[in-house]
């Protein structure tokens, strides 16, 4: 059921508002030398999104106690992370596409080795940013900056997952292969965005437990739905190439479940996400609110 309470496109709003200020703070400018490199970083960080992984870790902390100002600074550092990792996505040695978030992609905008140059450069600021958060602990930034970099790389997170996604094209694969794909891939990074606002706040560890079932089962909701919208939508609607996943005969949900199996499990995801946050004695309207909002995403 959604929450009567929580207005979510509005809170996303103001957290990207939020966001984005501190983002314009921390990137170097376009004038910066070197302008062509800090041009490309920009036209990627400040293209548009929702910046949903931010605004989960905002939630989760507010959720647990942490004041915003201790929350900002880790958001920034994620969305760094997930815009690098766009960036590389795009490239043609991977998913070769050239329309992200409304416009060209970075390697189509500007060239390759630039985009290749802005994504290096967004991974080493984001964990830059953790480590000079004076609003944290050093043993707290020392957890947060180990958490994003866990769910950033390998063997269980976004780069492990971006691998096994690019050995299954043109490969058939079973559904529980293509559920790890999910979870490695789009889901460690929204993990962690949760687990990092948990710790912040000063969740245990049964909490953080919980936590993660949440996430965990929020980021596979997240996936599929998008599976499901690269068959469904247009490209204004998502803002990206939609169909490219049937083209590259990439690994869905769609291709191996079909449609309504695809849709029964947006559902089944949707109720696990929620049911975890039953484990949890704080409030978690505005989290259940969050999953509400991915399960009837059409964008």
């Known amino acids: 059921m959604v929450s009567s309470v929580i207005d979510i496109p509005d809170f996303f709003a103001c957290n990207r508002a939020l966001v984005d ?21 920009r036209w990627s960080v400040f293209a548009g999104g929702k910046r949903f992984r931010p605004t989960l870790l905002i939630a989760t902390g507010e959720a647990f106690g942490a004041a915003p100002e201790q929350l900002l600074r880790t958001g920034c550092a994620l969305e760094m992370i997930h ?6 996505d795009d490239l043609p040695s991977m998913d070769n596409d050239d329309l992200r978030r409304g416009q060209p992609t970075c390697h189509v905008q500007f060239d390759e080795a630039t985009a290749i140059l802005a994504g290096d450069a967004l991974q080493a600021l984001a964990f830059q940013t953790i480590a000079e958060d004076e609003q944290l602990s050093p043993e707290i ?11 950033a790389g390998t063997p269980v997170g976004m780069v492990s997952g971006q691998a096994r996604d690019l050995e299954a094209e043109s490969q058939t694969i079973n559904a529980r292969a293509l559920e790890q794909i999910h979870l490695e891939k789009t889901g460690a990074l929204i993990c962690a965005a949760a687990r990092c606002g948990a710790i912040i706040g000063g969740a245990n560890d049964s909490e953080l437990n919980a936590i993660t079932d949440y996430a965990a089962n929020l980021g596979l909701l997240f996936q599929i739905t998008d599976d499901l919208l690269d068959v469904t939508a247009t490209a204004g609607e998502m803002g990206k190439t939609p169909g490219k996943d049937a083209r590259s005969r990439k690994a869905t949900y769609p ?10 499990k947006i559902k089944a995801a949707h109720a696990a996400a929620c049911n975890a946050l039953a484990q949890i004695d704080r409030n978690p309207d505005t989290l259940r609110a969050i999953a509400d909002f991915v ?5």
């Open 295 to 299: 399960s009837r995403r059409e964008a």
């Open 255 to 264: 291709a191996i479940h079909g449609l309504e199996a695809t849709r029964a």
């Open 141 to 151: 930034r020392v957890r947060v900056a180990a958490e994003l970099a866990r769910g």
């Open 83 to 88: 815009t690098y990792s766009l960036i590389h």
């Open 21 to 41: 200020s501190e983002l314009n703070r921390l990137i170097p400018s376009e004038t910066h030398e070197p302008v062509r490199l800090h041009r490309a970083i």
